[in-house]
């Protein structure tokens, strides 16, 4: 049997169709460690001291006989030998398994590309992230490890920029700078880089504008600061270059909050729930570390403060700590549900709450998505939140009109749109410089000219004043460009309306709805292909897919003549109804024509005035091809 070790993330043994196999975590460690090094052995003691630390060395060699036993009987059920053992050493077996760990350069691939291509696949997550083992000889060891990794990332990338790319190489490029920029994102070398990486396709100057602008925001907020006690501005050390300039400012004003997430309470009986809410925990915590838009504090940490309930006010204050997430498992085994909830320190503000409802879901199977959720929920949270503090201590009724505003806003309805804007507006005359009230108030005019469907051109123009306000008072944060590329897709300017979004999600690069909204552009570009994998991507952020998601994976299809699976992404919507007209034309294009005319007689029970040429003349597409294939479809229905 041929094994994979994988050390990236959770460390683990699979097997040739990756499924875990039971395996002592510390003897995967050995095997990590032993193969991250040209060395092929390492002493029995040098590895007792390295799990087991520097106190005790008879009883760490103790452990570690226990630990070689295990192994044995272990290799034998397996009939596989992973690691050798004589009196005084621990050998690496050679064949019978493979590995994700970066080796040394002098096992590397000569060719730069795959290069690039391995050392990218590892760092998308962690290594050995989850690992139990923290001696100090292990943590300086992995440490060592990932800042070896980081220098070969950088070093390859600066060689690649230097050379004519494919157009395979591209995106590699792009990701790799962005993997590097966000674990170096003061570093002036890993600036030239991510700026070289994006010329490679021509994006040097969209970046450049990006800087410009972000520093632009510093300087204004420099301007605000220095009045709040909260944010102190000291002077900042002077540098040459003007991004590095821009980057001292912004690590003297800007403030990165802290999240404590406390250990989670728990009114079932149930054992396994009580472990699989830890492990939620743990997949949260790494969750928001990935996403480096907040600090979380060490679990230890908030397992001491969950604990002591007396002066947790007085940790929270000692800590510096936010905001703070608590969860809750309640019910039987059978109605079992997950009550989460994020509060603002310190006024203890609920700043959102959501009940997961699992019955008998296999909680251990979905953890990882609910996880992923409750990450990018509360992040949006906290990043909304943290854009309206300023907002809310000046001006608390501006703020709590905002939130009211933002209720409506989420339920997609003709009333509820303008109810929202009623009191986003409201919000306005109180604040008129609120950047989010002025990107939600753009989005109620997009989603009522969507919900009407009857091509009001002003509903448009308004949404693409407001985001255009929206963007003069924060051009750092990516709702006002996001709503300006929807508005300017509607209205046609479909090259506007990609740029925006571009803009949009280089800004906000973790945000799911963000995204979502750049792939149904690229959509209506006539850029399927590409559009379908960033709607994955945005899938994979937020795997509880909302219909608009599934509605745009299901366009992308259809301009790719895949009739099929645009109908099964239909299928998977909450409200299918919602693409009757696109699902009929799929239909037609199949030649199923009884489904097709079904679906069209519900079209016209609803829209009896539908008139194919004129919706296609209100729906951008690029090229006329793609226009063409849709009314083709439409007309095929009975339409």
């Not at 590097?180 to 994006?203: C, M, N, S, Y």
Request: charged fraction near 25%.
């Amino acid at each position: 049997m041929k094994f994979l070790l994988r050390t990236f993330g959770e460390i683990a043994l699979l097997d040739s169709e990756e499924r875990q196999i039971a395996f002592p975590k510390k003897a995967l460690l050995i095997i990590a460690y032993l193969l991250a090094s040209d060395s092929k052995s390492v002493s029995r003691t040098s590895m007792a001291r390295f799990l087991w630390g520097e106190g005790d060395l008879a009883n760490s060699l103790t452990n570690l006989r226990k630990l070689v036993s295990r192994i044995k009987s272990r290799q034998s059920e397996l009939n596989a030998e992973l690691l050798t053992f004589d009196d005084t050493d621990i050998h690496l077996a050679s064949g019978p398994f493979a590995s994700d760990v970066i080796p040394t350069r002098a096992h590397m691939p000569k060719n730069q590309a795959k290069n690039l291509a391995l050392l990218t696949e590892g760092l998308r997550s962690r290594f050995l992230e989850r690992a139990s083992c923290q001696t100090k000889a292990f943590v300086d060891w992995r440490d060592s490890e990932r800042k070896r990794h980081l220098v070969m990332l950088k070093e390859t990338l600066e060689a690649m920029v230097k050379l004519p790319a494919t157009t395979g190489d591209v995106a590699l490029i792009k990701e790799a700078a962005l993997l590097l920029f966000e674990a170096e994102p003061q570093d002036e070398a890993t600036h030239r880089i991510l700026l070289k990486a994006f010329d490679v396709e021509g994006g040097l100057e969209q970046l450049k504008r990006i800087f410009a602008r972000r520093k632009d925001l510093v300087s204004s907020w420099a301007a605000i600061l220095p009045a709040s006690p909260r944010s102190p501005t000291p002077a900042a050390p002077a540098r040459s270059a003007a991004v590095s300039e821009q980057d001292a400012a912004a690590r003297t004003i800007l403030r990165i909050p802290r999240l404590a997430l406390l250990p989670p309470g728990n009114d079932t009986p149930d054992g396994a729930a009580t472990m699989i809410a830890a492990s939620l925990i743990e997949d949260i915590t790494l969750g928001f570390c990935a996403l480096h838009s907040l600090r979380v504090i060490a679990p230890y940490s908030a397992i001491q403060i969950g604990r002591r309930s007396d002066d947790q006010a007085a940790l929270f204050e000692r800590y510096a700590i936010n905001y703070v997430l608590e969860t809750r498992l309640s019910g039987p085994d059978d109605d079992l549900s997950l009550f989460t909830q994020l509060v603002s320190l310190p006024g203890n503000e609920i700043l959102w709450a959501e009940r997961f409802n699992f019955g008998k879901l296999d909680l251990a199977r979905i953890k990882h998505e609910i996880s992923r959720q409750i990450v990018l929920s509360a992040a949006a949270e906290v990043e909304r939140h943290e854009m309206t503090r300023a907002h809310f201590e000046h001006n608390p009724a501006a703020y709590h009109q905002y939130l009211v505003g933002q209720q409506y806003l989420h339920r997609l309805t003709l009333p509820n749109m303008r109810r929202a804007r009623k009191e986003l507006k409201a919000a306005l005359r109180e604040s008129a410089d609120f950047a989010p009230a002025l990107s939600s108030v753009a989005r109620t005019y997009s989603k009522e000219w969507l919900l009407t469907a009857r091509g009001d051109a002003e509903l448009l123009k308004s949404a693409e004043d407001f985001a255009t306000q929206a963007i003069a008072v924060r051009n750092d944060l990516a709702d006002g460009y996001r709503e300006l590329g929807v508005a300017k897709l509607f209205l046609g300017s479909i090259d506007e309306s990609v740029e925006a979004l571009e803009v949009a999600e280089t800004l906000s690069p973790h945000h799911a709805d963000v995204i979502a909204d750049h792939a149904d552009t690229l959509v209506h570009f006539s850029r399927p292909g590409l559009a379908l994998e960033k709607i994955q991507h945005a899938m994979d952020l937020n795997p509880i897919n909302p219909d608009s998601y599934l509605w745009t994976a299901a366009g992308a299809n259809y301009a790719l003549s895949q009739f099929q699976t645009t109908l099964d992404y239909i299928a998977q919507m909450a409200d299918p109804s919602l693409a009757d007209r696109l699902a009929a034309a799929s239909w037609a294009m199949l030649g199923h024509q009884d489904e097709a005319r079904m679906l069209v007689r519900r079209v016209r029970e609803t829209n009896p005035d539908f008139d194919v040429d004129r919706w296609l003349s209100l729906v951008p597409s690029k090229e006329q091809w793609h226009k063409d294939l849709y009314r083709e479809g439409l007309k095929k229905a009975g339409f």
